[in-house]
């Protein structure tokens, strides 16, 4: 089994506030790993840092390609919601598109999206990357029954084929998740 | 992706508001006439100078919209998971900004020219002048709107910040439109080629720098 993502002694300070430290991450294909715990106990940040965007003060961390859904939009808000999702490098971005039920908005600008299409929008294109490793920052926040069971099926997916998905959220995820609980 | 950045820079920048820093530049240009009044000789011995004046205070008009709103609406951050190097992002928005704003700004320093009485070998002097300045001048906006990107007030700020850093691009590129005899418009290429050089290193750190 290949290992997609690999951290140990992980430590992290915020703002002078020791996050955590010691920690251990390992996945391999096909696995998902849930992060758990309280407001404010690290897990966006340790997303981040796993993304590459924050170093760890003491630790090493190796990864395969990933992509990252977070907070951020980072579309351009006078395209069209197809062609601004185009100019990230995304090889599947047609059926990605589709996996989300995006299609019928694919001449919207993304200023008009709502909410929740925001966040599909943030989805698709974590899929459409083709990278192995999906890191994704409270997944569930803003989507509707429909795109909570879409995200579903589309990790499964991703999943058997041999991808890695790290999530934080404080909402139970669908399927056999490994947890990771922070701030204890 | 480096491509794709460098045509979204230039189409965000048309989109907006491109002729702006133009018509800005010649709002000043026309300025400077009544300022210093009719005198056709003194106008035309200081015409480079306010020429240099005008497309510094140009070069500073869109520096917000240059990297903060990308930092804000996590472009940055996704483009570094693509495996961009922030010096890569600062270099292709340099590009871009220059795109923007360089060709109009030399389209329009021929009128600006005259308005400031410079004319024949003058004009043909400022315009190679501003030619080699202004992709400096796109440089500092940049690096400048890097380091500042994010706080508050940051427009007043990165202008304390910018005119100083441009002095020495203003003085040998101001002193190049006036005389073509001395060695000022090879300084002014070393200056500008420095800057040029060195702006995407700054803004790469400041990028990473300004990471939370």
């Known amino acids: 089994m290949s ?4 951290g140990e002694g992980l430590a992290l300070v915020r703002g002078g506030r020791l996050l955590f430290e010691g920690l251990d991450l390992s996945l391999g294909a096909g696995e998902a790993l849930h992060l758990t715990g309280p407001n404010g106990s690290g ?26 859904a977070d907070d951020n939009l980072a579309l ?16 599947r971005l047609a059926e990605a598109m589709t996996a989300f039920g995006l299609d019928h908005l694919d001449q919207v600008p993304v200023r008009l999206l709502s909410t929740g299409q925001g966040r599909r929008a943030r989805l698709a294109r974590v899929m459409a990357s083709a990278a192995p490793l999906w890191l994704l920052d409270e997944p569930l926040n803003g989507l509707d ?6 995200l579903a099926a589309a990790i499964a997916a991703h999943r058997s084929d041999g991808g890695a998905v790290l999530a934080a959220s404080h909402l139970p995820l669908a399927d056999d998740w490994r ?5 204890r | 992706m480096i491509g794709a950045l460098v045509r979204r820079e230039v189409r965000r920048g048309l989109h907006g508001s491109a002729w702006l820093p133009v018509a800005f530049f010649l709002l000043v240009a026309t300025v400077v006439p009544f300022a210093v009044g009719p005198d056709a000789r003194l106008l035309a011995r200081i015409g480079g100078g306010a020429l ?5 205070t140009a070069a500073l008009l869109p520096i917000e919209r240059l990297i903060e709103p990308d930092q ?6 996704q483009l570094a998971l693509n495996g961009v190097a922030e010096e890569a992002v600062g270099a292709a928005k340099i590009a871009g900004h220059w795109l923007t704003f360089g060709p109009m700004l030399l389209i329009a320093a021929v009128p600006a020219s005259f308005l400031v009485g410079l004319d024949g070998a003058a004009l043909t002097r400022s315009l190679v002048s501003l030619a080699i300045g202004t992709p400096a001048l796109a440089a500092l906006a940049v690096a400048v709107a ?9 427009g007043s700020l990165a202008g304390l910040l910018l005119m100083p850093l441009a002095v020495p691009l203003v003085i040998f590129g101001a002193a190049a439109t006036g005389d073509g005899e001395s060695s000022a418009l090879r300084l002014e290429a070393a200056v500008a080629l420095l800057t040029v050089a060195g702006a995407p290193f700054v803004s790469g750190a400041a990028i990473r720098a300004a990471r939370t």
Do not use: Y
Not at chain 1, 46 to 67: Q, S
Not at chain 1, 145 to 150: N, T
Not at chain 1, 179 to 183: M, V
């Open chain 1, 179 to 183: 947890t990771l609980e922070l701030g």
């Open chain 2, 72 to 77: 804000a609406n996590g472009v940055l951050d």
């Open chain 1, 3 to 6: 290992v997609l993502l690999h």
């Open chain 2, 52 to 56: 240099w004046i005008a497309a510094l």
């Open chain 2, 146 to 154: 890097a380091l500042t990107s994010g706080l508050p007030r940051a």
């Open chain 1, 43 to 68: 897990k966006s940040s340790l997303i981040r840092l796993v993304a590459g965007l924050l170093r760890p003060d003491a630790g090493r961390i190796e990864r395969a390609d990933a992509a990252l």
């Open chain 1, 145 to 150: 029954r429909d795109g909570a069971d879409r």
């Open chain 1, 76 to 91: 351009d808000r006078e395209l069209p919601l197809a062609r601004a999702l185009a100019f990230w490098k995304g090889s």
